[in-house]
């Protein structure tokens, strides 16, 4: 019986640390004096936790591609705000993302609205800009 427990005890605290090395804060991965405004296609979205992540390829004014992952809510806030898995965000939808990018200048950012160009609609993606500092300093006002 002491044996099962403790099998029980370990497997739970291995898949628990696991969840608390992918979970970050929004200051250990992006920049919130770097606002970002992203108008692409949708190429993969993955609704996965601790958040969901979606990828849209964006052209530069000379024409080239290159793909960009943004970072958002966990499902199931998600679900509470409005979003549908499946339908409301599909690959090849046409989108325009505001967020913030990653620290490290990759194509990389913290989505925080995305506006469908299907429609016009506007949803939340993700909280505001945050940068560790408990909330002292108010978030990256785009320009």
Do not use: C
Not at 75 to 82: C, H, Q
Not at 89 to 116: I, L, Q, Y
């Amino acid at each position: 019986m002491k044996w099962r427990l403790s099998a029980k005890l370990a497997v739970f605290l291995m898949l628990g640390s696991r969840a608390a090395v992918a979970h970050h804060s929004f200051g250990a991965e992006y920049d919130g004096s770097k606002p970002v405004t992203l108008t692409g296609v949708v190429t993969k979205v993955e609704w996965t936790n601790p958040h969901f992540y979606f990828f849209i390829d964006v052209k530069d004014p000379n024409g080239a591609v290159a793909n960009w992952k943004l970072e958002g809510y966990p499902p199931t806030v998600l679900n509470r705000i409005g979003w549908k898995k499946d339908e409301t965000m599909r690959p090849a939808d046409e989108v325009t993302v505001f967020g913030w990018r990653a620290r490290d200048g990759s194509n990389w950012a913290h989505s925080r609205e995305v506006t469908f160009q299907k429609n016009g609609k506007k949803l939340q993606s993700g909280p505001p800009a945050g940068n560790g500092d408990g909330g002292n300093k108010p978030p990256a006002i785009p320009k």
